[in-house]
C-alpha cells in the first residue's frame, strides 16, 4: 500500500519552467515503478513520463522528450518531474501513480497497471 500527494503545479508562460513532486508514503516505495501522467477535461488520461522502481529506466511521451525529466529520490520516498520549454498543450491535472510488476516500457505507459494514484496537481501554461 501506499499514498501518493503531488505538489508543485502552477501557472507558468511559454517556455518556462515547473517542477512537480509526488511525496509517498508506505515502507516499500522503492519497489514500487513510478508514472506521471496528464488529463485535460473531456480527453482520456495520457501517459507523461515513468522510471523503474530503482532509478535505472526511464520512458517518456513522445511529445514531452527532451523538455521533462523524471527522477526519483528513494530515500525521500519522491518522484519528481521537471517540466521545461513548456508549452500551452502541456496544461492539464497531473497525477504521478505507482505500481508493481515487471518495469518494461509497454507496461510503462498503461494506465490500468497503475494502481495507487495521487489526487493530481493543476498545471497551466499561458500563450
Known amino acids: 500500500q501506499v499514498q501518493l500527494v503531488e505538489s508543485g503545479g502552477g501557472l507558468v508562460q511559454t517556455g518556462g519552467s515547473l517542477s512537480l513532486s509526488c511525496a509517498a508514503s508506505g515502507r516499500t516505495f522503492s519497489t514500487y515503478h513510478m508514472g506521471w501522467f496528464r488529463q485535460v477535461p473531456g480527453k482520456e488520461r495520457e501517459f507523461v513520463a515513468a522510471?523503474?522502481?530503482?532509478?535505472?529506466?526511464?520512458d517518456y511521451a513522445d511529445s514531452v522528450k527532451d523538455r521533462f525529466t523524471i527522477s526519483r529520490d528513494n530515500a525521500k520516498m519522491t518522484v519528481y518531474l521537471q517540466m521545461n520549454n513548456m508549452k500551452p498543450s502541456d496544461t492539464a491535472v497531473y497525477y504521478c501513480?505507482?505500481?508493481?510488476?515487471?518495469?518494461?516500457?509497454?507496461?510503462?505507459?498503461?494506465?490500468?497497471?497503475?494502481?495507487?494514484w495521487g489526487q493530481g496537481t493543476q498545471v497551466t501554461v499561458s500563450s
Open positions: 501513480a505507482a505500481r508493481l510488476g515487471a518495469w518494461a516500457t509497454v507496461n510503462s505507459r498503461l494506465t490500468a497497471l497503475y494502481k495507487w
Open positions: 522510471v523503474s522502481a530503482g532509478g535505472r529506466s526511464t
